[in-house]
């Protein structure tokens, strides 16, 4: 199943965007590679719209002079069940990326193996009001991951931006944006605060 335009849209908007940022910065320049002993953890979270409804995403990083490992799960959800058949689609994968710098924001792209898997309503089981329990049908695969984060950088430990994500797979392809939290030393530059 494809992906709707719409969605496809808002991916393709959020992962331009970050880069346009970045690029507008006057000191922007790639990130310097880290010595062996420079090793950064951070984490993200972030919320917002995907290709069935919400989107979610939760990412650890971990920053290396070989360059970004991350550690995933995201997903669409219908925002809501109980009211009709829906769907979700969710993935874990583990990326690998790289970061490009300025000093007071960053853009990261990266892209790995994933496993996902589809859980959709199947055969009406009973209903009450308006609300009905359904039969859960369940397809599981192997997929191809891909995130986009940029985000500001008001504080050394703090990002706050927009992260996108896709997951390419046989069973069904899916995506979301969302504005995103991130925690952590993301890069060796002091940054404000």
């Known amino acids: 199943m494809p992906i709707p335009r719409h969605a496809l849209a808002a991916v393709v908007l959020c992962s331009v965007l970050p880069a346009a940022l970045l690029g507008q910065a006057r000191n922007a320049t790639p990130a310097q590679p880290a010595s062996q002993s420079d090793v950064r953890f951070s984490g993200s979270f972030g919320l917002g719209y995907g290709s069935e409804g919400g989107a979610g995403l939760f990412s ?3 920053r290396t002079a070989a360059g970004d490992f991350i550690a995933r799960s995201a997903g669409t ?3 809501a069940p109980g009211f009709g058949r829906t769907q979700d689609l969710t993935d874990v994968g583990l990326l690998y990326g790289r970061l490009s710098e300025s000093r007071s924001r960053w853009v990261r792209i990266a892209a790995g ?10 055969d009406v089981l009973e209903c009450a009001f308006i609300f009905c329990l359904y039969e859960q049908e369940r397809s599981q695969g192997m997929g191809l991951a891909i995130q986009l984060e940029g985000a500001l950088r008001p504080r050394r430990t703090l990002g706050i931006g927009l992260s996108s994500f896709a997951n390419l797979n046989r069973v069904q392809t899916f995506a979301g944006v969302t504005l995103s939290l991130h925690i952590g030393r993301v ?7």
Do not use: N, Q, T, V
């Open 60 to 62: 650890l990083a971990l």
């Open 113 to 122: 193996p994933s496993y996902m898997e589809r859980r959709r309503d199947g």
């Open 77 to 79: 959800f219908d925002l």
């Open 187 to 193: 890069s060796r530059r002091s940054g404000p605060g």
